[in-house]
């Protein structure tokens, strides 16, 4: 029997698709059955016009796996076409030949065909783990099987052989353990099942194998007798969830696949179904989880949604899928219009991709949107999980997003006490005479509804957002403006909370008192940019408010972070209320030429200030004395 040489070319190609195209060895069983999966459609195919195949064709085509503990072997049969001896010539003589595609292309336009395999070069991945393998096939309109064998070096043979059933059998030699990889894992049933359940569970055909169940085989009345029993069992789903109507399909149905699939314990929030032709035909099934997923802060946790074509897995988390602020969403998408790439892992950057990725992200975003507009208690428990993600989105790619995420944004503020607003709402209950949207930001509410800043913005009426986050700062600089309404911290010098009448006053109080500011300014030395009349205070003797970009928030947010001395600060205005004692004791000292009194007294208001603004003093201990110094 003469071996013949392989077709393409040399086996350093052969070998670099056995161990280069494909990054897991596992992946060999998943493409042994697509194969076989493709048989099969290819026999029903050829069935409706074609006697012969209409003849032979099994009442349920199926795919079945045996291993052999004993001989190493894995082995896979199928009810399909079969091949004819030019066919193994071709298909399996020549690498990366497909017969899956030659069949495509001799359809006609108008003739749908869900045949997966493109490159002809997945059977090759049985090498991954056999160092022989032998194809035994038997075209539907033969009498005559045929027998192909190669260990994947010295090429292969073809010679006639028997078989009494039309198909293909492939039988494959598992390569002997070594440090680094135990083969004989494959011959072990949870093994396989497992790859079946993983890869192959929505392949239309059974997938047979030998389960073994513990059977009681004591008589009735006697004591157990438990035994060990084989039986061959059908392990596929075969019809996947997302492909069925939404008619067939209940909540529970979803949700129960769902706490199965991805390691829930809690029914999704909402359940997002998508089925969509055009472009780009899909099916997707997307789960906005109710809890965060347990290992969602970890390094561990990987975005992205399980990749299907036609019913066989091709990436377990395709991150393009899903923008990093909807990371949290799991769920599947199945696509017939894929472009694959040659190991049918990783998807080509392409046009399709893209199309479902930005319909999936417009999805999601709907459903989050109703949510809030439908079911606010709801959606105060998405928000508290995932509402950081949403703001992220926003302040990140330089507010790239702002416009498809603003809407989904809510705050508490000083309207609805207790209560979660959106933008929308708060801008229609604006009065007529408030320009802007205004914001405290703080570690807590509390400490934000004890700041001197809000008494103005309170009296007028004007209602208040709380940030307490401290991405909220760096939200509102993408932002800019919501409805045309400039966002506006309360801390700002500029927060424009008086009338012109008020603001003559205070401008009057500023010229009268600018020596006094002028020396308080200097006795700082550097740690204010200037010191002002308050056009915020009430009650209050004394606040700190910010003059460009850099504010307090986005101070302590990068002081928070490690290295790097070299630290953006904000520019600090002391701001002092002429109606509060303090400021009557300061302006006294200072008029009686009292300055180093004059002088500590400036200190302690400066260190007062930062002390409400949250921000740390650079000596606590000189300021106990400097106030003990004035006892």
């Avoid at 060990?228 to 069925?244: D, F, G, K, L, Y």
């Avoid at 509390?446 to 991405?471: A, H, N, W």
């Avoid at 700062?473 to 993408?478: D, K, L, P």
Wanted: aromatic share 10%; net charge negative.
């Amino acid at each position: 029997m003469e071996k013949k040489t392989f077709k393409a070319e040399s086996q350093r190609l052969l070998d670099l698709m056995i161990n280069s195209i494909y990054t897991h060895k596992e992946i060999f069983l998943r493409e042994i059955i697509s194969n076989a999966s493709d048989a099969i459609d290819k026999l029903h195919f050829v069935s409706l016009t074609d006697e012969k195949a209409r003849a032979v064709m099994a009442d349920t085509p199926s795919i079945n796996i045996y291993t052999d503990k004993d001989a190493k072997t894995i082995t896979v049969t199928d009810d399909g076409i079969g091949m004819s001896e030019q066919e193994l010539e071709d298909n399996l003589g020549t690498i990366a030949k497909s017969g899956s595609l030659q069949f495509k292309k001799e359809l006609d336009e108008n003739e749908k065909s869900e045949i997966i395999g493109q490159f002809g070069v997945g059977f090759y991945s049985a090498f991954m783990v056999s160092d022989d393998v032998t194809v035994i096939t038997k075209r539907y309109d033969s009498e005559q099987a045929y027998k192909w064998n190669s260990n994947g070096i010295d090429g292969y043979t073809i010679e006639p052989c028997e078989k009494d059933k039309v198909g293909t059998e492939i039988v494959m030699h598992l390569k002997e353990d070594g440090e680094d990889e135990k083969y004989s894992e494959y011959l072990d049933e949870y093994r396989i099942k497992y790859l079946i359940k993983k890869y192959s569970d929505y392949i239309r055909h059974p997938i047979i194998i030998d389960v073994t169940n513990h059977v009681n085989t004591a008589a009735e009345g006697e004591d157990p007798k438990w035994e060990s029993v084989a039986s061959r069992e059908t392990i596929n789903s075969m019809v996947p969830i997302w492909q069925r109507a939404k008619n067939e399909v209940s909540d529970e149905d979803c949700a129960a696949y769902y706490k199965e699939n991805f390691g829930a314990y809690s029914d999704p929030l909402a359940t997002v179904r998508v089925s969509a032709e055009g472009i780009v035909s899909y099916k997707a099934m997307l789960f906005i989880p109710s809890e965060v997923p347990f290992n969602y802060y970890t390094r561990e946790y990987q975005r992205g949604l399980q990749l299907y074509s036609n019913g066989v897995l091709i990436m377990d988390k395709c991150e393009q899928l899903l923008p990093e602020y909807f990371g949290f969403v799991r769920g599947v998408v199945d696509s017939p219009d894929l472009s694959l790439n040659i190991s049918r892992e990783i998807l080509q950057h392409d046009r399709q991709l893209s199309i479902i990725a930005k319909n999936i992200e417009k999805k999601i975003k709907n459903e989050l949107k109703k949510l809030l507009d439908n079911d606010i208690e709801k959606y105060e428990g998405f928000w508290k999980n995932f509402g950081r993600h949403v703001k992220y989105g926003i302040a990140s790619d330089y507010g790239t997003h702002k416009d498809e995420l603003s809407d989904l944004l809510v705050y508490y503020s000083s309207n609805e006490e207790g209560k979660l607003t959106t933008l929308d709402s708060y801008v229609s209950r604006m009065p007529e005479s408030q320009k802007y949207i205004y914001y405290a930001c703080g570690d807590s509410i509390s400490k934000i509804t004890s700041m001197p800043q809000l008494e103005l913005c309170r009296e007028k009426g004007y209602e208040i957002l709380y940030f307490t986050e401290d991405v909220d700062e760096f939200v509102v600089q993408a932002l800019v403006s919501y409805k045309e309404k400039q966002f506006k911290s309360v801390t700002a010098e500029n927060a424009d909370l008086q009338n012109e009448e008020e603001k003559e006053e205070t401008e009057k109080k500023q010229e009268d008192n600018k020596d006094l500011l002028e020396f308080i300014k200097e006795s700082l030395n550097g740690k204010i940019v200037k010191a002002v009349i308050s056009n915020k205070l009430k009650s209050h003797a004394v606040c700190l408010s910010t003059e460009g970009p850099v504010t307090f928030e986005v101070e302590k947010y990068f002081a928070a972070m490690p290295g790097n001395d070299n630290k953006p600060k904000s520019s600090k205005v002391l701001e002092l209320n002429p109606e509060n004692p303090a400021f009557n004791a300061l302006k006294s000292a200072f008029e009686a030429d009292d300055k180093d009194k004059a002088a500590k007294y400036a200190e302690i208001l400066f260190a007062q200030a930062m002390l409400i603004a949250g921000l740390p003093l650079d000596d606590a201990t000189h300021y106990c004395d400097l106030v003990c110094s004035l006892l």
